[in-house]
């Protein structure tokens, strides 16, 4: 009778300096014997954390295949310290670069979902620019938003909700995934022309593979096929999943999930 494994335990590190230091959460997977191959890295997305279905799936795999894998939950999400109004885009950037250079000291393969996606183009330009060209050995990207605060949500936004950006400093919106409203606030909008991506050629350096649903209500598979189109230089593979949603989390996308990191660690 098989069992699922044992949870893995929750340790934290400390991110940010003064009034703006915050716990980071994190579980760590470390293979019996010790692996040369790269770490998976999971990136979750917006209000998302670590405990959620792919995430778990993620660290299974990566127990059955003998690789070390790192879970985290960015603050204001999860078991990490923070509040989520304070979160932004270049916030979390910093916290997943002090998660991969504490936990992950060789070659990494990124897993980014949804804004997790956006976060790991962020962190392969972030690593280059401080002399880590060639750290990231692969991406597997999940429905990716990549400036999706510039691209998907000021274009659409209401009449009503830029008078709360403007008066309140946010807007909410209902969420389809939990009973807590989706919160945007205006310092996430600002920080997010910042962090463009899209303004230009994405160079990876590295095999990237996009799993991404025709049916997802939040991210339009057209915003995946638009990131692809800025990935020339690149060895890209998309699979589009006719009916697949914005989670991609049944068992036949988590499957396709599990290929997709697979060929990256035998590419990587």
């Not at 949870?7 to 293979?31: C, H, K, L, P, Y």
């Not at 993620?58 to 894998?69: F, K, N, T």
């Not at 593979?237 to 660690?265: F, P, Y």
Request: glycine residues 10%; hydrophobic residues 40%; proline residues 6%.
């Amino acid at each position: 009778m098989s069992t699922a494994p044992a949870e893995t335990e929750i340790t934290w590190i400390e991110v940010g300096d003064g009034a703006a230091a915050r716990s980071i959460a994190m579980r760590i997977f470390r293979a019996e014997p010790r692996s040369e191959r790269p770490t998976l890295v999971w990136l979750g997305g917006y209000r998302s954390d670590m405990t959620g279905t792919k995430a778990v799936e993620v660290e299974h795999y990566a127990r059955a295949i003998g690789s070390d894998c790192i879970r985290f939950d960015y603050s204001g999400h999860g078991s990490s310290g923070g509040d989520f109004r304070d979160g932004t885009i270049s916030r979390w950037i910093e916290e997943s670069l002090a998660v991969i250079n504490h936990a992950a000291p060789g070659k990494v393969v990124l897993i980014g979902s949804s804004m997790g996606g956006w976060i790991a183009l962020r962190l392969i330009q972030e690593l280059k620019r401080r002399g880590n060209k060639g750290r990231v050995a692969g991406l597997v990207l999940i429905a990716p938003a990549p400036d999706f605060t510039a691209e998907l949500i000021e274009p659409n936004l209401t009449v009503a909700e830029k008078a709360s950006l403007a008066e309140r400093g946010y807007f909410e919106e209902p969420s389809q995934y939990s009973p807590e409203p989706n919160v945007f606030t205006l310092a996430l909008i600002e920080d997010g022309r910042a962090n463009r991506v899209l303004s230009g050629p994405v160079e990876t350096d590295c095999p990237v593979h996009i799993l991404q649903g025709m049916r997802d209500p939040d991210v339009p598979y057209t915003h995946a096929l638009k990131l692809m189109e800025h990935m020339p230089a690149d060895d890209v593979v998309m699979t589009l999943i006719r009916d697949g949603d914005h989670r991609l989390s049944r068992d036949e996308d988590i499957a396709k999930l599990k290929q997709a990191i697979g060929d990256m660690l035998t590419q990587g």
